[in-house]
């Protein structure tokens, strides 16, 4: 999305920290307009989120792929370090999520006001709802449909019901207390 968004935009999410640092939460976007004494009213403002069991295997499967890439630049060393240790542990993605090794923050910490009370965004969509949700989102910025006419698919996690078979119900019972308003919240 941010690729295909920063042909049109004014401000440009970027790597790092800083204000438009990607991955910021909306809070502290929100907080950047009123420091600009821009009006928050006036944008647009929506997210692509996936199912929390989905999120959480892919943060898995992303841990292993980086640890077998040898990375040089000095920014991602820690990390591909910390990827090589995980993978040396040889856990299954059951034995991962157990023993917290895959565990991260619940997409809601991007999407709730600090007091956690309410969204703080227009329009909250579902990453498997994007071919349809994506065209509405285009109309309403003016932008052109053809832009958009094939958003390819990547990184793609197994259906919801595989997880019966690559999860104990411990570990499914455990992911669902922990995202539990993500489960709420973005209705999975």
């Known amino acids: 999305m941010r690729h295909l968004l920063n042909k049109h935009s004014d401000i440009f999410s970027k790597k790092g920290q800083g204000d438009f640092a990607h991955h910021t939460t909306s ?3 929100k907080d950047v307009f009123t420091k600009n004494n821009w009006n928050w009213d006036d944008y647009l403002k929506f997210t692509v989120v996936r199912h929390p069991i989905s999120r959480i295997y892919s943060i898995y499967k992303y841990r292993l792929r980086v640890a ?16 090589i240790r995980f993978k040396h542990l040889n856990l299954t993605f059951d034995d991962a999520v157990l023993s917290d090794k895959v565990i991260i923050p619940p997409q809601t910490n991007w999407i709730l006001s600090s007091d956690q009370s309410m969204s703080l965004l227009d329009k909250i969509i579902k990453i498997e709802h994007i071919a349809d949700e994506i065209p509405g989102i285009w109309n309403q910025l003016g932008l052109p449909l053809q832009e958009i006419s094939s958003i390819p698919v990547i990184n793609a996690s197994p259906s919801e019901k595989s997880w019966e078979s690559l999860l104990s119900v411990e570990a499914i019972d455990k992911l669902k207390n922990i995202y539990k ?3 709420e919240l973005l209705n999975y």
């Open 27 to 29: 809070q502290k976007l």
């Open 68 to 83: 077998s890439k040898p990375h040089m630049k000095k920014h991602v060393i820690q990390f591909y370090k910390s990827c």
């Open 181 to 183: 308003k993500d489960f």
